[in-house]
T-cell receptor, first 111, second 111 residues
Framework: TQLLEQSPQFLSIQEGENLTVYCNSSSVFSSLQWYRQEPGEGPVLLVTVVTGGEVKKLKRLTFQFGDARKDSSLHITAAQPGDTGLYLC???????????FGTGTRLKVLA | DADVTQTPRNRITKTGKRIMLECSQTKGHDRMYWYRQDPGLGLRLIYYSFDVKDINKGEISDGYSVSRQAQAKFSLSLESAIPNQTALYFCATLGQGGELFFGEGSRLTVL
């Protein structure tokens, strides 16, 4: 059973457009993370959100943790070709250090 | 040198063969993980370990076994490889702040 569902699965947009990626669960998480993976490499952490309602910004990327800590979103403003990659949400299964990942969102930004 | 090193990086084998994927880390982390990545399915947890005496099954442990030889080494074995185990395998360690650090991946093809 996949506890973390991401949407959309694929996204192809033009440079300069905005986009939002969603990560949803029916379970409460103590924290959620967002990773970015490029071809031939392992995922790299972008951000960790730990408090319900928390908003974190990383340049053009804005991350939000839902008030109930069951969901998170990643918003990219004015996407650039360098944003192309696979975006993954992840988190520890409630009460454990068993880290699971979402299904992933593959983003392609066209110049 | 990479902090998390996986060997081999690429392997082609035949159905029924025994395969071992090795992971070593220089980060001094206690917690280590093995994940499998298939197209469109994100990362799925195979096994994880908190120390040499603590091994835990993940989401998809059937057909796999692991060995934690030392704090720095965590190996994944396929006792009798089958074609649907063709995938990209990642080893990761968990830092104190909850960040997962990944190796570069081992691409396994089972013919």
């Amino acid at each position: 059973t996949q506890l973390l569902e991401q949407s959309p699965q694929f996204l192809s947009i033009q440079e300069g457009e905005n986009l939002t990626v969603y990560c949803n669960s029916s379970s409460v998480f103590s924290s959620l993370q967002w990773y970015r993976q490029e071809p031939g490499e392992g995922p790299v952490l972008l951000v960790t959100v730990v408090t319900g309602g928390e908003v974190k910004k990383l340049k053009r990327l804005t991350f939000q943790f839902g008030d109930a800590r069951k969901d998170s979103s990643l918003h990219i403003t004015a996407a650039q070709p360098g944003d192309t990659g696979l975006y993954l949400c992840a988190g520890p299964t409630p009460g454990t250090y068993k880290y699971i990942f979402g299904t992933g969102t593959r983003l392609k930004v066209l110049a | 040198d990479a902090d998390v090193t996986q060997t081999p990086r690429n392997r082609i084998t035949k159905t029924g063969k025994r395969i071992m994927l090795e992971c070593s880390q220089t980060k001094g982390h206690d917690r280590m993980y093995w994940y499998r990545q298939d197209p469109g399915l994100g990362l799925r947890l195979i096994y994880y370990s908190f120390d040499v005496k603590d091994i835990n099954k993940g989401e998809i442990s059937d057909g796999y076994s692991v060995s934690r030889q030392a704090q720095a080494k965590f190996s994944l074995s396929l006792e009798s490889a089958i074609p649907n185990q063709t995938a990209l395998y990642f080893c990761a360690t968990l830092g104190q702040g909850g960040e997962l650090f990944f190796g570069e991946g081992s691409r396994l093809t089972v013919l």
